[in-house]
């Protein structure tokens, strides 16, 4: 909310909570008028968007309330809960003519955005691997996640809700996912899904012949070597140089640092607001959205449903077998 007040073009005139409390303190840190019905605020303000913002287990049901009422939708990713219910809000949104675009962040985080500019301009020459380390201790104890407690009983978790932002920022980066090899497990059994996973990708669009090979390993256990906002670091290798991310959110390239990451506003790089100003940008324009809903399903969401099916069959899984499925 701090970041769509500093959004062009558009502007937030109401907010919906099932708990009325908060929805009314909400309000009225904002400027807003509360509601804790949505189908009674979209009916009263007949706004020209809407923003979901909830739990994944909830959008199914919100993206049929919204569709053939609105007609353009930003939704918080995960899209949901089960590979099927992301097809179904896929497809309604399809039949409704719904535009709806994911509300994928990480892919806007400035140091990301800075990374795309020197591969897209050649300066690490062909890429061919890379490797992203992801870390964040605050998945131990009898009561992890003090920020967010609900990631206890996610039967999915760390693929569905943390690492699914790094494997579309590796799309994003290096090209469409074909192919990963996954390995899962818990290391705290208060937890109901997954904290742990190793995934090696294969990309489709590569410069050595089978496509750019990546890491992503990940957990919410380890202290991350430098913190910062980028919950780990980064390594991106090419045929004539290589791109390092570190922990605050520096960009070097062999050795010489290209980009700053400190002292940023907003979160994790204003990336919340730089994806709100892309949505609204592509509304007022025309313009297809970067993270549109059916692109984003057959790609990123798609790679973490193949991660799964990795992990439980132990095998590499083409994402052509989700997809086609």
């Not at 290391?187 to 995934?199: H, K, Q, R, T, Y």
């Not at 193949?306 to 590499?316: D, F, G, T």
């Amino acid at each position: 909310m701090e970041a769509w007040q500093r959004v062009s073009g558009a502007r937030i005139v109401a907010a919906c909570d099932l708990d009325p409390a908060k929805a009314e303190s909400f309000a009225a840190d904002f400027g807003l008028r509360p509601y804790s019905d949505a189908a009674a605020m979209i009916e009263a303000e007949r706004p020209d968007f809407v923003d979901i913002a909830t739990r994944p287990s909830t959008h199914r049901a919100l993206v049929e309330l919204v569709a053939g009422r609105v007609t353009n939708l930003l939704l918080q990713k995960p899209i949901a809960e089960t590979w099927e219910q992301a097809c179904q809000i896929s497809n309604i949104a399809q039949k409704a003519g719904l535009r709806l675009m994911m509300n994928e962040n990480w892919r806007w985080q400035p140091w990301y955005r800075t990374i795309a500019g020197l591969i897209g301009a050649n300066r690490i020459g062909k890429p061919f691997f890379y490797r992203m380390e992801v870390r964040h201790r605050d998945g131990v104890g009898d009561r992890p996640f003090p920020s967010q407690p609900y990631f206890v009983e996610m039967p999915r978790f760390l693929l569905m809700e943390t690492l699914v932002h790094h494997l579309d920022t590796a799309r994003y980066l290096m090209g469409d996912i074909e192919e990963v090899y996954c390995r899962t497990a818990r290391l705290n059994p208060v937890i109901s899904g997954e904290d742990f996973a190793m995934i090696s990708l294969r990309h489709g669009n590569g410069a050595l012949g089978n496509g750019v090979v990546g890491m992503i390993d990940g957990n919410r256990t380890t202290q991350p070597d430098e913190a910062g906002e980028v919950m780990g670091s980064s390594r991106f290798e090419g045929s004539e140089a290589t791109i390092q991310l570190r922990g605050n959110g520096e960009v070097w390239l062999s050795g010489e640092q290209v980009f700053s990451g400190r002292d940023l506003i907003g979160y994790k790089g204003d990336s919340c607001r730089a994806t709100q100003q892309h949505f609204i940008d592509c509304l007022l324009s025309g313009a297809e959205f970067e993270t549109e809903v059916s692109d984003y399903l057959n790609t990123t969401v798609a790679a973490v449903e193949a991660c799964y099916r990795s992990s439980a069959e132990n095998r590499p899984v083409l994402i052509a077998e989700i997809t086609s499925a």
